[in-house]
């Protein structure tokens, strides 16, 4: 999610090979960590921190709780839209998936500070998250919004979403579940659009692209990106 994408380089994980291999969509920075990030990162990573382990997760046990949807948070960013959703939808569980370090110290900040019980956070590359932590069928919903568009044409090779990788998420959706993107790229919005129609598993909920869902929050990024004339766009799959 580019909450800060000009400063900060917030991340996500891309699958642009098949099911075994991908390369990543995502640089590594280290990027600056304030006093605050690293205080509550070293804090509440040992609480909520999901560490990564090649061997299915059973979300039932990790938020010790049956019966609440479980939702993917892909490419946190610095934690703002995911700390409001889960603050708005306590009765539902989210998992955050986030590489950059800042942003992971940013997010533990706000959980501690709002006090929230319904988040644990992987940091590691979010294609191998799914492909190795994830059972299928063990998702109410995954959230990706605003992946890094890599506009020029000789990287869109590293796009988050490919054919590969969506049909990865499709499949750890229950029946029913969703998929919700969003972009404000109006060109990559087309290459999510035609890739989310050509996943068999996944039917639209629009006739196109989507309004955006009460639940998905404005970000600063997004609000001046408006301002400034900017559209977004949003796409809702449903599981079938």
Not at 36 to 52: E, F, H, S
Not at 96 to 123: D, F, M, W, Y
């Amino acid at each position: 999610m580019r909450e800060h994408a000009e400063s900060e380089g917030a991340s996500e994980a891309g699958n642009a090979g098949g099911e075994y291999g991908h390369i990543r969509s995502f640089v590594r920075r280290l990027g600056r960590m304030s006093a605050a990030q690293t205080r509550y990162l070293d804090a509440m990573m040992p609480k909520i921190g999901v560490p990564y382990a090649p061997r299915p997760l059973d979300l039932e046990a990790l938020f010790n709780r049956k019966a609440t949807k479980k939702i993917l948070e892909i490419g946190c960013g610095m934690g703002e839209t995911t700390a409001r959703i889960a603050a708005a939808h306590p009765e539902n569980d989210y998992l955050g998936v986030e590489v950059h370090t800042p942003g992971v110290g940013s997010l533990c900040k706000l959980i501690a500070e709002q006090e929230l019980a319904n988040i644990r956070i992987v940091q590691h590359d979010a294609v191998e998250v799914v492909r190795d932590m994830l059972p299928e069928a063990s998702l109410d919903g995954i959230h990706l919004f605003f992946p890094d568009p890599w506009h020029k044409k000789r990287h869109h090779k590293r796009r988050l979403i490919q054919p590969p990788f969506v049909a990865q998420l499709a499949r750890r959706l229950k029946p029913g579940g969703y998929l919700h993107c969003a972009t404000d790229w109006e060109e990559y919005a087309a290459h999510m659009l035609e890739t989310l129609l050509a996943t068999p598993l996944l039917q639209n909920t629009a006739p196109g692209y989507a309004p955006r869902p009460d639940y998905r929050p404005l970000t600063k990024f997004e609000q001046r990106g408006l301002r400034l004339g900017h559209g977004v766009w949003d796409l809702v799959f449903q599981r079938l």
